[in-house]
């Protein structure tokens, strides 16, 4: 799967970001496929109090002309079409967030709510959001208090040497689509289900975290069908991504297979607790990511309604 190499790129969607220091966690970070679980383990193994890498209350800050492509010029002048977002992987995050943000804003008036757009701060290193410290280690999240998604684009080589995820291009938005899905959630007043109850297979937080995936589901049935892009050459409406493959929706699975709490858990200690999950087990994130991509539609992935979030999608 790939871009269409004539849709328009906006860099006004992505900003920089300043680095930052520590001190107090300022708010729940909901941790995308995988923050909170890269986290986690980073505590686990190091003995680390988690708010103390979650630290800090410094609002980020930054605009797009600043942003750089992966080979050091500005997004605004480098990240203009879909062809630079298939050779360059900090235009892809940019043209993914595009991609999502059209895809909600068009979508979500039909269940009769207005989307609100939001910006993703793409970083390298370390840099500060309202709820915390963000870094490629913690992974990628989104913020409700400043209402940003975060990214560092060197995460996707964690993603794929640590954890084992495909390296295909579905794989990578699969993780931004994701976060979106956050902002949906926030967007519905479903999100703070997540905090109230925050452990467990069955918990809030596995159920924010699955819905996420089935959103991002939900994007990827749309995003090569829906035309809410434009074609820089004819300005006429065309899609973000063209027609998806199975070895594209292969490569997604891939992803949210790598960051379930069960493959995790395996991975860092060699045993299983889902008294401790707070983003669902490896099949269950494919299974609500495919619930999504196969029916494209929202209320399908209403994983409060299921008996079972697990094992049941319905």
């Avoid at 208090?145 to 060197?154: H, P, R």
Wanted: hydrophobic share 30%.
């Amino acid at each position: 799967m790939s871009f269409n190499d004539n849709v328009r790129l906006d860099a006004s969607q992505v900003q920089s970001a300043g680095g930052g220091g520590g001190g107090a966690p300022g708010g729940m970070v909901v941790g995308g496929g995988i923050g909170g679980i890269v986290l986690l383990i980073v505590c686990l193994v190091f003995g680390i109090n988690p708010g103390s890498i979650t630290g800090g209350t410094t609002s980020s800050s930054g605009t797009q002309d600043q942003v750089q492509s992966s080979t050091g010029g500005s997004l605004k002048a480098e990240c203009t079409s879909g062809a630079d977002a298939n050779k360059d992987v900090n235009c892809l995050v940019l043209g993914t967030v595009n991609s999502v943000q059209a895809f909600w804003a068009s979508e979500l008036p039909k269940y009769g709510k207005q989307y609100t757009p939001v910006s993703t701060v793409l970083y390298s290193g370390q840099t500060q959001s309202q709820c915390g410290t963000a870094s490629n280690q913690v992974g990628p999240f989104y913020c409700p208090l400043d209402k940003k998604v975060y990214i560092d684009a060197s995460f996707y080589q964690i993603l794929q040497q640590q954890f084992g995820s495909s390296s295909g291009q579905l794989a990578q938005e699969y993780v931004i689509a994701h976060e979106y899905g956050h902002h949906i959630q926030d967007i519905l007043g479903l999100l703070d289900r997540a905090e109230q109850d925050p452990q467990g297979a069955d918990s809030g937080s596995v159920r924010i975290e699955l819905m996420a995936d089935c959103l991002g589901g939900v994007w990827a049935h749309h995003a090569a069908t829906d035309p809410v892009g434009t074609d820089r050459t004819t300005g006429k409406a065309t899609t973000f991504l063209k027609p998806l493959t199975q070895q594209d929706i292969n490569d997604a699975l891939s992803a949210a297979k790598s960051v379930g709490d069960d493959s995790i858990q395996k991975m860092s200690s060699g045993q299983v607790n889902p008294e401790s999950w707070t983003h669902g087990s490896s099949a269950a994130r494919q299974m609500w990511f495919t619930q999504g991509y196969q029916t494209g539609d929202l209320n399908r992935c209403d994983t409060f309604a299921a008996s079972d979030p697990e094992r049941s999608t319905s």
